[in-house]
Nanobody, 122 residues
Framework: QVQLVESGGGLVQTGDSLRLSCAASGRIGTDGMGWFRQAPGKEREFVAAINWIGGTNYADSVKGRFTISRDNAKNTVSLQMNSLKPEDTAVYYC?????????????????WGQGTQVTVSS
């Protein structure tokens, strides 16, 4: 079982940037990789996904501000978050699972990270 460990969360102000990283304990190879987030009192939601050859897709709420990338040689995935807004405040989770039509479906995720808190103050 591949384990995922996120890092890079923190407290920032509106308009700031953060870069989240996710390190896998094994090869991510041809796996789809993605990021989800969960705000207090809300369901976990899809943020971004990337397939093994670099194809990407984003939730409308982050499109143009967030960029997902992966390094298959290092078994890492990153999420560059720019122009952060208070509504981006959430726990962010790295995920490994099938990449289907541009998304990773939460119910099909094979591995979840433990989550990293991102807080954006206004």
């Amino acid at each position: 079982q591949v384990q995922l460990v996120e890092s890079g969360g923190g407290l920032v102000q509106t308009g700031d940037s953060l870069r989240l990283s996710c390190a896998a304990s094994g090869r991510i190879g041809t796996d789809g990789m993605g990021w989800f987030r969960q705000a207090p009192g809300k369901e976990r939601e899809f943020v971004a996904a990337i397939n093994w050859i670099g194809g990407t897709n984003y939730a409308d709420s982050v499109k143009g501000r967030f960029t997902i990338s992966r390094d298959n040689a290092k078994n890492t995935v990153s999420l560059q978050m720019n122009s952060l807004k208070p509504e981006d405040t959430a726990v962010y989770y790295c995920a490994r699972g099938p990449y289907r039509l541009g998304v990773i479906i939460a119910s099909m995720v094979a591995s979840w990270g433990q989550g990293t808190q991102v807080t954006v103050s206004s």
